[in-house]
Each structure stands twice: as C-alpha cells, then as structure tokens.
C-alpha cells in the first residue's frame, strides 16, 4: 500500500458529496484522518454517505445542507460553519453545472 498524506485535524468541506466524485473525495481524505463537513442540497442524501464514513474512520463528520445555486446560501453556509465553531482548511468544491454549446453562443 502507498504511503498517504496524512491529514490528521484537517477539516475538509466537500460540496455535492451525495454520491459520485464527492463521496469519493470524502472517503480520500478521511482515510487520510480529515474531518469532514458535507453539504449537498437533501440533508437525507447526506447521512448514508455519513454513516459510512464514520463507521470506517476515526473522524468527525458534520452534514450541513444547502443549495448552493441559490444566492444567499454560499452566506448562509459560511454563518452555519461559523456558528458550529468549525474551520475549513480545504475545499472541495464539487457543486455546480456546466453550460453545453459553443463558448459564443454563451458569452
């Protein structure tokens, strides 16, 4: 086995983490000993992953729901960390969509 990183009381927050490339990131970095903030925009969509993360690694694993296409829920995710005495020393910004087409048509 490779020797990983260790990025033991590290907090991560990984956006979009209900499945696919998110859980993947979460289940890295709490391998390596990242604590962890999870956001997705269904607090039901974030327990599984939740769940399973905690039963594998000694970390803390905090879940904060949030659409993050809305406007004023970037402020409100921030006040939310804040408030719970949290810090974020990485970001996992996997939230978001892409605009299919021409780059003209677009711009």
């Known amino acids: 086995m490779k ?5 033991d009381g590290k907090t991560a927050l990984i956006t979009a ?6 859980a993947e990131c979460a289940r890295q970095l709490a391998a390596m000993g990242c ?4 956001v ?9 992953p939740r769940q399973e993360l905690l039963a594998r690694h000694p970390v803390s694993v ?3 729901p949030a659409d993050l296409a809305e ?19 990485i970001l996992v910004n996997n939230a978001g969509y892409g605009i299919h087409g021409e780059h003209a048509a677009h711009a």
């Open 71 to 89: 406007p004023d829920s970037p402020q409100t995710l921030y006040d939310d960390i804040k408030a719970a005495g949290l810090s974020v020393d």
């Open 62 to 64: 905090q879940v904060l």
């Open 17 to 22: 983490v209900s499945n696919g490339l998110g």
């Open 40 to 48: 997705a925009r269904r607090e039901h969509r974030l327990q599984a």
């Open 3 to 7: 020797n990983r990183a260790s990025l």
């Open 35 to 38: 604590h962890l903030i999870l």
